[in-house]
């Protein structure tokens, strides 16, 4: 599938990203009127929510591969469908980055088809959160942290704003809180994958167990099984750490910038974090406990036999 996935680490300022929208622009022979492309638009976009607000560090701002798409595809909505700005706005807060790249490349919605599919749709999990921490920000902004920062932005100059925007970017945005939840549900997903093949490896122990009973030549099968079972289950354990540990650094980078907007998602990866530790603790308790189990029996064929031989 044809995507902009070439242009997937762009960080730039917003004569940057105004560049790269109207060469990508000219190279698909998207409809974008790249005369009327610049940093004024830019800005106006960001404050409408057409796109989401640049990435701050100091007197820079930050403009990244999701901003890109967000521009692309507010210009095609409003010139090839002549979508409502408002409308466009939710189209691109709702959707995810790769969504985005994507749609770039498909038929485009009339405004009509959108707003039948958006009357009858219920709100992700996405769009809830982010209207949570918009109204938690709504209340915040009383509290004295909240004027002071308040006060710091207000009383910048219009030429110090322009300087801010034209910023040399260091590093590359922070994650979409929208982007942020479809990574946790794709952990999720293969989270549970993981412990669906377990259970399934489980039941056939057990199963090859149950059969073990009786038939003491079957021992050095099982013993067998149970050390292939060992090492998969710490294949897995790794496996599962060092995703957990990359993906909980990323998230702790981009909580470094955007502590406000996204106490509560921390607090969700958190509690699955946790969720996923007690259930690691309780498997490997219904591991011990059936290697315990196997070992009784084992002793128990063993003596069997050694009766068995005596007589």
Known sequence: MTTLKALDEFAGNANELCNAVIAASKQHNWRVEPDSINERLV????????????????????YGFRHLVQLIMARRLSHEQKWSLQLVAQYNQETTTAELDRSLFKPLQTEDEFSKQAAVRTPGEAVLLVQKLKRDASLTVNNSAGLDMLAKQTSAS???????????????????????????RRMKDEWLQEISSFKNMQRSVQELSSEVQGQGSRVAELNDAQRRLMATLEQMAQVGFQREQAFMKHVGQMLERHTFEVKDQLSE????????????????????????KQQALIDLIEEKQKRVADS
Do not use: C, W
Request: no cysteine.
């Open 269 to 292: 990866v958190a509690q699955t974090q946790r969720a996923l530790e007690r259930h690691a603790s309780e498997v490997k308790a219904q591991l011990d406990e059936f290697a315990q």
């Open 43 to 62: 800005r106006y976009y960001a404050s409408e929510g057409v796109i989401d607000r640049p990435d701050r560090q100091g007197r820079d701002s930050t």
């Open 158 to 184: 219009p030429r110090s704003s322009r300087s801010n925007e034209r910023g040399t970017p260091s590093t590359k945005p922070p994650m979409a809180i929208t982007d942020v939840l479809d990574e946790v």
